[in-house]
């Protein structure tokens, strides 16, 4: 059933089979505790392996094992607390839970700190040799990765410490999540029809495309103006967060925190700073997008809150949700069968958390669990956008899906750089779709605006958060404070340069940094753009190859985490060391903007 849109639902009121089976994970909170007390009683266990490591073959293999082992446990606990607090995250008891699970993962990473540094301290000779045996060949990724950041790893009671000050140093993002998730309140709106409307950052992403110009500004300041009350919160929180990262990256000596954080993927810095600097080097079809929305909504001025209005105004797309699963596993049927067969038992095995409700938390994200199935958090609310967002995580959902199932533990982690192409390629497959079925000339216009605003959300917008990112991490690491007045000014300032002399750039934007959590995890976004771009590659060779396309698809997806990102990638047909997949979806992006101004009649 869907949803209303006046009156947000309590979770006793969303139908069973509209929530997500968290007892997949555990059957009850009694499970949850004796495995919790598992890891806490093993912990001490690896501690007998500490100098011992060098000793043999077999040795290293049983406290890598064990440690595995610790690893999934302490995985599948702590995505039961976090999925349980989520449902209501004003709820005291599981962010309680969330609390104990952190200390218990932050003793795990501690009594476990000493592993890495005795490998690297061992001769190179007896680690080839232990290598050559077969117990240990699953590690072999693992330990090419590891001597390669040889210089970056401290020496055992140093690792101990730092893994010790993980809980610590979390707080700026917990505070964040805090305030902005279940503290913050915001004001009532009068909606399209003359209604009240609790005004929330799940109903906002429906209100701001709202035809009716009023209903848009109204939620537009009403949003940001909360944001805004607790401008020196914020900057403080995010401040400190940024100070954190620095911290961990001088004391593992690197030469940037940016440095420090590609190092994980060996991403060359060379892909971030080309990334900026072709973006910047076409901002020109952004600002013509902006002109033309300008004169398609008949407009003196273009305003930030007009960013999201549809051009199409008078089309209304009401997906209910059953018909919103239609529409994913059609629009996903270039990925093969194999694929399509997992999708449907996602779709209808309780893996996804449908609707909003009170306290849920908001957006969207996919949460893999070795030895489990991926969850998903929706709050689906009929809307196009909706649909999009669902084909989006199930992107990441049978990612986690393959690499769990085909990687050994130690492998099966892909990084973000290889996550968000998963995910992005679905979007861009189901845009394609509705674009070849669709007759109705308004439809395709505002279809093909739906995919010219997911470049601008996700390749400029994005390039935009990443080059603020590293404009504030490089202030920072230059001794600079990082005030709401310098963090507010910045942001103003790129808005400006990215969206170009048609758009008014209104003072309430300026506090928007505030409202982001991708900036509390170090040099995320980037990834976004990237994967963007070497999703729209793999697409389109799907839709040209056919079968092979999708068989190397499907074993780019098994790969999990066992290379580098690039080289996986390059494995798939996409080379993300050169400017051309991104270049191609700008491309893209102005030949679209074409078909847009042939099929308008506001050319």
């Given at each position: 059933?869907?949803?209303?849109?006046?009156?947000?639902?309590?979770?006793?009121?969303?139908?069973?089979?509209?929530?997500?089976?968290?007892?997949?994970?555990?059957?009850?909170?009694?499970?949850?505790?004796?495995?919790?007390?598992?890891?806490?009683?093993?912990?001490?266990?690896?501690?007998?392996?500490?100098?011992?490591?060098?000793?043999?073959?077999?040795?290293?293999?049983?406290?890598?094992k064990?440690?595995?082992?610790?690893?999934?446990?302490?995985?599948?606990?702590?995505?039961?607390?976090?999925?349980?607090?989520?449902?209501?995250?004003?709820?005291?008891?599981?962010?309680?839970?969330v609390?104990?699970t952190?200390?218990?993962?932050?003793?795990?990473?501690?009594?476990?700190?000493?592993?890495e540094?005795?490998?690297?301290?061992?001769?190179d000779?007896?680690?080839?040799?232990?290598?050559?045996?077969?117990?240990?060949?699953?590690?072999?990724?693992?330990?090419?990765?590891?001597?390669?950041?040889?210089?970056?790893?401290?020496?055992?009671?140093?690792?101990?410490?730092?893994?010790?000050?993980?809980?610590?140093?979390?707080?700026?993002?917990?505070?964040?999540?805090?305030?902005?998730?279940?503290?913050?309140?915001?004001?009532?709106?009068?909606?399209?029809?003359?209604?009240?409307?609790?005004?929330?950052?799940?109903?906002?992403?429906?209100?701001?495309?709202?035809?009716?110009?009023?209903?848009?500004?109204?939620?537009?300041?009403?949003?940001?103006?909360?944001?805004?009350?607790?401008?020196?919160?914020?900057?403080?929180?995010?401040?400190?967060?940024?100070?954190?990262?620095?911290?961990?990256?001088?004391?593992?000596?690197?030469?940037?925190?940016?440095?420090?954080?590609?190092?994980?993927?060996?991403?060359p810095?060379?892909?971030?700073?080309?990334?900026?600097?072709?973006?910047?080097?076409?901002?020109?079809?952004?600002?013509r997008?902006?002109?033309?929305?300008?004169?398609?909504?008949?407009?003196?001025?273009?305003?930030?809150?007009?960013?999201?209005?549809?051009?199409?105004?008078?089309?209304?797309?009401?997906?209910?949700?059953?018909?919103?699963?239609?529409?994913?596993?059609?629009?996903?049927?270039?990925?093969?069968?194999?694929?399509?067969?997992?999708?449907?038992?996602?779709?209808?095995?309780?893996?996804?958390?449908?609707?909003?409700?009170?306290?849920?938390?908001?957006?969207?994200?996919c949460?893999?669990?070795?030895?489990?199935?991926p969850?998903?958090?929706?709050?689906?609310?009929?809307?196009?956008?909706?649909?999009?967002?669902?084909?989006?995580?199930?992107?990441?959902?049978?990612?986690?899906?393959?690499?769990?199932?085909?990687?050994?533990?130690?492998?099966?982690?892909?990084?973000?750089?290889?996550?968000?192409?998963?995910?992005?390629?679905?979007?861009?497959?189901?845009?394609?779709?509705?674009?070849?079925?669709?007759?109705?000339?308004?439809?395709?216009?505002?279809?093909?605006?739906?995919?010219?605003?997911?470049v601008?959300?996700?390749?400029?917008?994005?390039?935009?958060?990443?080059?603020?990112?590293?404009?504030?991490?490089?202030?920072?690491?230059?001794?600079?404070?990082?005030?709401?007045?310098?963090?507010d000014e910045?942001?103003?300032?790129?808005?400006?340069?990215?969206?170009?002399?048609?758009?008014?750039?209104?003072?309430?934007?300026?506090?928007?940094?505030?409202?982001?959590?991708?900036?509390?995890?170090?040099?995320?976004?980037?990834?976004?753009?990237?994967?963007?771009?070497?999703?729209?590659?793999?697409?389109?060779?799907?839709?040209?190859?056919?079968?092979?396309?999708?068989?190397?698809?499907?074993?780019?997806?098994?790969?999990?985490?066992?290379?580098?990102?690039?080289?996986?990638?390059?494995?798939?047909?996409?080379?993300?060391?050169?400017?051309?997949?991104?270049?191609?979806?700008?491309?893209?992006?102005?030949?679209?903007?074409?078909?847009?101004?042939?099929?308008?009649?506001?050319?």
């Amino acid at each position: 059933m869907s949803q209303p849109t006046t009156g947000l639902p309590s979770r006793d009121e969303i139908q069973a089979d509209h929530k997500w089976r968290i007892e997949d994970i555990y059957s009850s909170e009694e499970l949850w505790q004796a495995d919790f007390d598992k890891v806490k009683n093993t912990l001490p266990k690896i501690a007998d392996y500490k100098e011992t490591l060098s000793h043999s073959a077999e040795k290293l293999t049983t406290c890598l094992k064990l440690r595995d082992e610790i690893n999934i446990l302490a995985g599948k606990l702590f995505a039961y607390a976090r999925l349980q607090r989520d449902e209501n995250t004003a709820n005291a008891k599981y962010q309680a839970l969330v609390g104990k699970t952190e200390g218990l993962l932050s003793e795990a990473s501690a009594a476990t700190s000493f592993i890495e540094p005795e490998i690297l301290a061992m001769p190179d000779e007896v680690l080839s040799s232990f290598r050559r045996e077969q117990s240990l060949a699953e590690y072999s990724f693992y330990f090419d990765n590891l001597t390669r950041q040889k210089q970056h790893v401290l020496s055992p009671a140093e690792e101990e410490i730092l893994s010790r000050s993980a809980e610590a140093t979390q707080a700026a993002e917990n505070i964040f999540n805090m305030l902005a998730h279940a503290d913050m309140t915001f004001p009532d709106i009068t909606g399209e029809d003359g209604k009240t409307i609790a005004l929330s950052e799940g109903r906002y992403r429906s209100l701001i495309m709202s035809t009716d110009r009023r209903v848009r500004k109204d939620a537009f300041t009403g949003l940001f103006g909360s944001y805004n009350t607790f401008r020196n919160t914020f900057a403080a929180t995010l401040a400190g967060n940024v100070k954190k990262n620095i911290f961990y990256a001088r004391t593992r000596k690197y030469d940037s925190t940016l440095k420090s954080a590609l190092s994980d993927g060996n991403i060359p810095l060379s892909v971030y700073d080309n990334l900026l600097a072709t973006i910047n080097n076409n901002l020109g079809p952004l600002h013509r997008y902006i002109a033309l929305k300008k004169k398609a909504l008949n407009l003196d001025s273009v305003h930030m809150y007009d960013l999201y209005t549809p051009l199409a105004q008078e089309i209304k797309f009401n997906i209910t949700y059953p018909e919103g699963l239609k529409l994913v596993r059609d629009g996903l049927a270039p990925l093969g069968p194999e694929y399509t067969n997992i999708l449907n038992k996602g779709l209808t095995s309780g893996w996804i958390d449908v609707y909003e409700n009170k306290g849920k938390q908001t957006g969207a994200y996919c949460w893999g669990v070795y030895g489990a199935h991926p969850f998903v958090l929706l709050n689906y609310n009929d809307r196009l956008e909706d649909v999009s967002t669902l084909a989006h995580e199930m992107g990441h959902a049978i990612h986690s899906y393959y690499s769990q199932a085909t990687q050994p533990y130690a492998t099966s982690q892909y990084t973000i750089f290889t996550a968000e192409v998963a995910s992005t390629t679905n979007e861009i497959l189901l845009n394609d779709f509705l674009l070849k079925t669709t007759t109705d000339k308004q439809k395709k216009l505002y279809l093909i605006n739906q995919y010219l605003e997911m470049v601008r959300a996700t390749v400029y917008r994005q390039t935009m958060f990443a080059e603020f990112e590293k404009s504030i991490y490089s202030k920072a690491e230059d001794g600079e404070t990082l005030t709401a007045d310098l963090l507010d000014e910045m942001w103003h300032v790129l808005n400006v340069k990215y969206y170009g002399p048609d758009m008014v750039v209104d003072p309430e934007i300026d506090i928007e940094w505030a409202r982001i959590p991708h900036f509390y995890w170090n040099f995320y976004v980037y990834q976004y753009v990237t994967g963007y771009a070497a999703a729209t590659t793999l697409a389109e060779k799907m839709l040209n190859e056919g079968e092979d396309a999708q068989q190397k698809y499907v074993g780019f997806l098994k790969s999990g985490g066992s290379d580098y990102p690039i080289n996986i990638l390059k494995q798939a047909g996409v080379d993300m060391s050169t400017p051309q997949p991104v270049e191609l979806t700008l491309n893209r992006f102005s030949a679209m903007l074409d078909e847009l101004e042939k099929l308008s009649t506001f050319s």
